[in-house]
T-cell receptor, first 114, second 115 residues
Framework: DARVTQTPRHKVTEMGQEVTMRCQPILGHNTVFWYRQTMMQGLELLAYFRNRAPLDDSGMPKDRFSAEMPDATLATLKIQPSEPRDSAVYFC????????????FGPGTRLTVT | GESVGLHLPTLSVQEGDNSIINCAYSNSASDYFIWYKQESGKGPQFIIDIRSNMDKRQGQRVTVLLNKTVKHLSLQIAATQPGDSAVYFCADTRASSGSARQLTFGSGTQLTVLP
């Protein structure tokens, strides 16, 4: 049963600390998306990759957020320094092919910054 | 700006009744529309999609209707079951040269199935 996995599932941290969220896309999928979900803004696209190369990160605050794909099985989203307004659920999704719109979401990382 | 929006934030239905969840979109260039279901504590899950050149598509207990004239999309769930309780999102997408398809999500409708 192929699925996207994310770690950690929950993270509570203090303002100013670094947070790293990890995602393992479905094996063979070559596009990876990072989303943030809040009650106020809903699902927002932060960044996405194709074949490990970043295609668009315009939805991401550049000064504190960074997204990378060190290899085909790992995507990371890092926040440094974290702020209370970053509290949200962060989802990773993967897909196959540039033209495919089918995205498979992971279970999310619930981040709370105090 | 262009957006995908929902008419109602919440919907309660009796178990066994049919549910209809509505969605309005504004991007006339969108060529696919997708419905996702998100259960509590989980990520969105693909339910059904429809291409812009169609006006109806049926799946197992679900039907999506597309009215391009008024830019309206609906998801119909037949014989709603307790397991259908979730937030439902519509999303649209359009081809983008050189880039992966992006999805624009609506704000979601919370469906509650009453016993």
């Amino acid at each position: 049963d192929a699925r996207v996995t994310q770690t950690p599932r929950h993270k509570v941290t203090e303002m100013g600390q670094e947070v790293t969220m990890r995602c393992q896309p479905i094996l063979g999928h070559n596009t990876v998306f990072w989303y943030r979900q809040t009650m106020m803004q809903g699902l927002e696209l932060l960044a996405y990759f194709r074949n490990r190369a970043p295609l668009d990160d315009s939805g991401m605050p550049k000064d504190r957020f960074s997204a990378e794909m060190p290899d085909a099985t790992l995507a990371t989203l890092k926040i440094q320094p974290s702020e209370p307004r970053d509290s949200a659920v962060y989802f990773c999704a993967s897909g196959l092919g540039v033209s495919s719109y089918e995205q498979y979401f992971g279970p999310g990382t619930r981040l709370t910054v105090t | 700006g262009e957006s995908v929006g929902l008419h109602l934030p919440t919907l309660s239905v009796q178990e066994g009744d049919n549910s209809i969840i509505n969605c309005a979109y504004s991007n006339s260039a969108s060529d696919y529309f997708i419905w996702y279901k998100q259960e509590s504590g989980k990520g969105p899950q693909f339910i059904i999609d429809i291409r812009s050149n169609m006006d109806k598509r049926q799946g197992q207990r679900v039907t999506v209707l597309l009215n391009k004239t008024v830019k309206h999309l609906s998801l119909q769930i037949a014989a709603t079951q307790p397991g259908d309780s979730a937030v439902y999102f519509c999303a649209d997408t359009r081809a983008s040269s050189g880039s992966a398809r992006q999805l624009t999500f609506g704000s979601g409708t919370q469906l509650t199935v009453l016993p």
